[in-house]
């Protein structure tokens, strides 16, 4: 195993060598071993692909307690990755994961109980959800935020989704940044407020988000809260367009001719 550590570290040219290393120590019964050997069948990475061996030798890995396998089976059952996709096979070995102290696959568990229509498995994910954003997780916050919105697992209420929108806005979210923008700009849950519609969008822009410089430019083409102004119009359609926001373009090419 410690042959399989030092070659990783070296990030060797030679992968088949690296696998063989792994693959020794996998053989001696080194769980960790077993799973990077999953993980180099996988991906052909210094052997060629085998989705089979690599479960096997996964799964062997999990029956041991390696919480990364029982991770990596729930990866690969949810996305269908090597084997066809499962999702009540994905959920069993999220849940093993979070057992076993993988707290990574709390997130995956509670967006597989999420996107699924029964209410019971809804409020489970939301309460997931709300226990990472307590933990300063932007992501989950947003879903909270969503939740509220859509009345998913909890009561619909537009005033706590928009400050669980905050929060993971606040954390850098561009989705929830988005629809704070959105909210704002047209009256959801708030009282309408184009300025702070504006500096939500900005924020998102600045990340590199189409859609955000697309409702910026819609805003100035507009003048909506703020000045009317065809070159600020232009230049956020234009980031927009060359991002690949097809709208952005024809609203581009639209100003263009006026």
């Known amino acids: 195993m410690g042959r399989a550590w030092t070659l990783e570290e ?33 991906y052909g990475d210094g052997v060629r692909r085998d989705p089979k061996r690599s479960r096997m030798w996964t799964e062997k890995a999990a029956a041991l307690g390696d919480d ?45 109980l999420f996107e699924g229509p029964e209410a019971h498995r809804q409020k489970e994910a939301v ?10 997780h932007p992501i989950p916050a947003y879903n909270v935020g969503l939740a509220y919105e859509l009345g998913m697992g909890v009561r619909k209420s537009l005033k706590r989704a928009t400050a669980y929108y905050e929060m993971a806005a606040k954390g850098g979210d561009v989705d929830a940044q988005l629809a704070l923008g959105y909210n704002h700009l047209n009256g959801i849950g ?23 410089s697309f409702s910026l430019g819609q805003m100035f083409a507009q ?36």
């Open 68 to 112: 990364v396998a029982a991770f990596n089976l729930g990866l690969a059952y949810d996305n269908g990755h090597g084997v066809r996709k499962n999702k009540g096979l994905a959920e069993a070995w999220y849940r093993r994961a979070v057992a076993l102290g993988f707290s990574v696959a709390e997130g995956n568990l509670a967006h597989l």
């Open 223 to 258: 003048g909506l809260g703020v000045p009317q102004s065809k070159a600020r119009a232009s230049r956020h359609f234009r980031d927009a367009a060359s991002l690949g926001h097809a709208r952005a373009a024809r609203w581009l090419k639209k100003l263009e001719q006026r």
């Open 190 to 212: 708030v009282p309408p407020d184009a300025m702070h519609a504006f500096g939500w969008y900005r924020l998102a822009a600045e990340q590199g988000n189409a859609k955000a």
């Open 127 to 136: 309460r997931i959800y709300r226990k990472l954003a307590r933990q300063g």
């Open 10 to 42: 070296a990030r060797p040219d030679d992968r088949a060598a690296l696998f063989e290393a792994y693959l020794a120590a996998a053989r001696l019964g080194k769980r960790e071993a077993m799973t990077n050997v999953g993980l180099h069948f996988l």
